[in-house]
């Protein structure tokens, strides 16, 4: 089965700064989506950023963007500028032929003023 | 246009008792999931409905759970016989097709926050 990790469960960066979360996964099929979602205390779970396994451009939105890694099966998503309402869990989610996305635990990223 | 909406917000029911969620996907989307959020176990898949196809229940945690989509809009979750580990925010979430070879992006409401007491 797929399975999505993000090892880091809480971050912290300073307004303006730069910050990269990390999520690893374990999948065989060679065709996949992978997703960053966003989840502010409103729990609306707001996309991010999406990245098409074929494409070997990391994708990119203003200021967040991805390293995507696929021999690897790496996919960091770094903000740059960090501003205070991106203050949020962040989710890391893959997505395969079977349409479910499956996610990871989650980071708690917390900007400081 | 209107996003994914949700209702209840908030749902507070006994132990025994039956539950019905509801969603409303974006308009003209084809397919719609619904997931659970819980502190234990995280963002789990429940079902999935794609336009006229048989649902994918694979996700459904008991026979307690199930799902309609009336007209491929709006969808009801009904949860009967609640227990208290069912206590978890329940979030929709719809695509404009659906399927990893088409634009399979989610979109999701706001969820639904079940406590069972």
């Known amino acids: 089965a797929q399975t999505v990790t993000q090892s880091q469960p809480e971050m912290s960066v300073q307004e303006a700064e730069t910050v990269t979360l990390s999520c690893t996964y374990d999948?065989?099929?060679?065709?996949?989506?992978l997703f960053w979602y966003k989840q502010p205390p409103s729990r609306q779970m707001i996309l991010v950023i999406r990245q098409e396994a074929y494409k070997q451009q990391n994708a990119t939105e203003n200021r967040f963007s991805v390293n995507f890694q696929k021999a690897a099966k790496s996919f960091s998503l770094k903000i740059s500028d960090s501003q205070l309402g991106d203050a949020a869990m962040y989710f890391c989610?893959?997505?395969?032929?079977?349409?479910?996305?499956?996610f990871g635990k989650g980071t708690k990223l917390t900007v400081n003023p | 246009g209107a996003g994914v909406s949700q209702s209840p917000s908030n749902k507070v029911t006994e132990k025994g008792k039956d539950v019905e969620l509801r969603c409303d996907p974006i308009?003209?989307?084809?397919?719609l999931y619904w997931y659970r959020q819980s502190l234990g176990q995280g963002l789990e898949f429940l079902i999935y409905?794609?336009?006229?196809?048989?649902?994918?229940k694979s996700g459904l945690p008991s026979d307690r759970f199930s799902a309609e989509r009336t007209g491929g809009s709006v969808s009801t979750l009904t949860i009967q016989r609640t227990q208290q580990e069912d206590s978890a925010v329940y979030l929709c979430?719809?695509?404009?097709?659906?399927?990893?070879?088409?634009?399979?992006?989610?979109?999701f409401g706001p969820g639904t926050r079940l406590t069972v007491l």
């Open positions: 409905f794609q336009g006229n196809s048989a649902p994918d």
């Open positions: 989610a893959w997505e395969g032929g079977s349409e479910k996305l499956v």
């Open positions: 979430a719809s695509s404009p097709q659906g399927g990893a070879s088409g634009e399979n992006t989610q979109y």
């Open positions: 308009s003209g989307h084809t397919a």
């Open positions: 999948t065989s099929e060679s065709d996949y989506y």
